[in-house]
């Protein structure tokens, strides 16, 4: 098991989320050696995790930010990024939004719609701004994980369709706001296995050498994030294999001379170094099973409730014999359910319990339902 402080987290308020940064350095070093070309540029997927001690040591490392919304671009500066370095994405974003973005200087726009490309370059324009954008296409590409987290099917709200790329082109060189930089692509979370990533550097050939006999030239390729990482062994696999990663991308895509390729990761950077750290509260007996009932809820960790994840549950306070338990939160709602027939250490009144690989998309989606504090967080 991880080593975790526990004299650090006496006395703290529970629940509360852990982040292990010597591991999160590892993991951004494994990055950095992984990297097989110079023109390979990794931005941070900030809604991932934009805890304030988290994005320092992603900035400490060098990496760039992938923004989805004005506050993480302001996150992103307040952390000392160099606003070159941030790109925004979103299918959504707001004038307000869009307007600060070209006022900050950000290095491009992810653009997802026709009529958002409009806007992006009316507003840019009457700042006598030009903004750079890069169009996000949805390459129809099944990355076979969770419905709620795949991303690059045809019939979806993120990117434009193939059949419409070429209209949207055609729209860049025609604004006077916008200027074409890339193509950007993403598509979907918590990929185990490579192949989809394989499949998507064929589309990218493919359409690569289409717009090129159109006289199309672009400065990036933006493959977006989606490595998945292993939640069933933390302790086994814990820093996710970017090197395989990276090759696939080396071997199976063809770059032009000068080319960038883009890389936005979240969830692969920041997982495995973060648990929720929880408190039991009560050891409940039924007929037929035992609840551990404990301080944390979905509140605090979502993931569970929303999308049916798995997260391994360690007990930092007992060596007992093992036995099963139902973990549950205090929330009033059924799925408040983080681990049904867990097998843990014997649990009593006043154990810590940590949720592990909880770094990624935990923490940031916490909520007040129930009128409930937001977790803290302790960083070593
Ligand atoms: C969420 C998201 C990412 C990061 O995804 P991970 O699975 O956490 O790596 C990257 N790019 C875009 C456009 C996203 O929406």
Do not use: W
């Not at 996150?75 to 006022?103: H, L, M, R, W």
């Not at 701004?129 to 045809?154: C, E, Q, S």
């Amino acid at each position: 098991m991880m080593d975790f402080p526990v004299e650090l987290f006496r006395g703290a308020d529970t629940p509360f989320y852990y982040y292990n940064l010597e591991l999160l350095r590892q993991t951004l070093s494994c990055i950095k050696s992984s990297i097989p070309a110079s023109n390979f540029k990794v931005h941070y997927a900030m809604k991932a995790n934009a805890n304030p001690v988290i994005l320092e040591q992603i900035n400490d490392a060098g990496l760039g930010i992938d923004a989805v919304s004005g506050g993480e671009i302001k996150a992103a500066i307040s952390a000392g990024f160099d606003p070159q370095k941030i790109v925004f994405a979103g299918v959504g974003k707001t004038d307000a939004e869009i307007i600060y973005g070209i006022n900050t200087g950000i290095s491009a726009f992810n653009v997802e719609s026709l009529p958002e490309l409009e806007v992006i370059s009316e507003i840019a324009t009457s700042l006598n701004k030009t903004a750079n954008v890069a169009i996000r296409v949805n390459p129809n590409i099944d990355a076979h994980t969770h419905h709620y987290i795949t991303t690059g099917l045809a019939e979806n709200k993120f990117g434009i369709n193939l059949e419409q790329l070429d209209s949207v082109i055609e729209k860049c060189n025609a604004l006077t706001g916008v200027e074409l930089i890339g193509l950007h692509f993403h598509i979907g979370s918590q990929i185990t296995d490579n192949t989809p990533f394989a499949v998507l550097c064929e589309r990218i050939n493919s359409l690569q050498n289409e717009l090129e006999a159109k006289g199309v030239r672009l400065k990036t390729i933006n493959v977006g994030g989606g490595l998945g990482i292993d939640y069933d062994n933390p302790d086994e696999n814990p820093i996710p294999d970017f090197k395989s990663y990276f090759e696939v991308f080396s071997k199976n895509l063809n770059l032009r001379p000068g080319q960038e390729l883009h890389f936005e990761l979240g969830r692969s950077i920041v997982a495995q170094c973060g648990s929720l750290i929880t408190k039991v509260l009560y050891v409940k007996k039924g007929t037929t099973k035992q609840f551990a009932i404990v301080d944390a809820g979905m509140t605090d960790l979502i993931r569970p409730a929303l999308y049916q994840a798995y997260h391994k549950i360690d007990n930092l306070s007992s060596n007992g014999v093992l036995e099963k338990y139902d973990v549950v939160g205090p929330i009033c709602e059924s799925s408040d359910v983080f681990q049904e027939d867990a097998v843990l250490p014997q649990v009593r009144r006043g154990d810590l319990l940590a949720l592990r690989s909880a770094g990624a998309y935990g923490e940031i989606m916490a909520s007040q339902y129930n009128l409930r504090r937001l977790p803290g967080s302790i960083a070593k």
